[in-house]
């Protein structure tokens, strides 16, 4: 079910999506996979989102990041 707001306002998305880069232990993580996972599920409710990335994922994966802009998000 979608998320609705009652009095026609927006509801705002954001987040802060570090990767692997913040996590405190060497685990996998599949970087594109969780990223597509996200845009296919704000585009399957029409919404549009924050993200907060660390530098270091820009550099290391700038075609995550130009997906997420793509996909109208900031």
């Known amino acids: 079910m979608a998320p609705r707001v009652s009095d026609g306002g927006r509801l705002l998305v954001c987040f802060d999506f570090e990767g692997g880069y913040g996590m405190p232990h060497d685990v996998p993580f599949d ?44």
């Open 31 to 74: 970087l594109h996979r969780s990223a597509r996972l996200i845009l296919d599920e704000l585009a399957r409710y029409q919404a549009h989102a924050v993200f907060f990335v660390v530098g270091r994922m820009v550099e290391d994966h700038p075609d995550v990041v130009r997906e997420i802009a793509a996909a109208g998000h900031e």
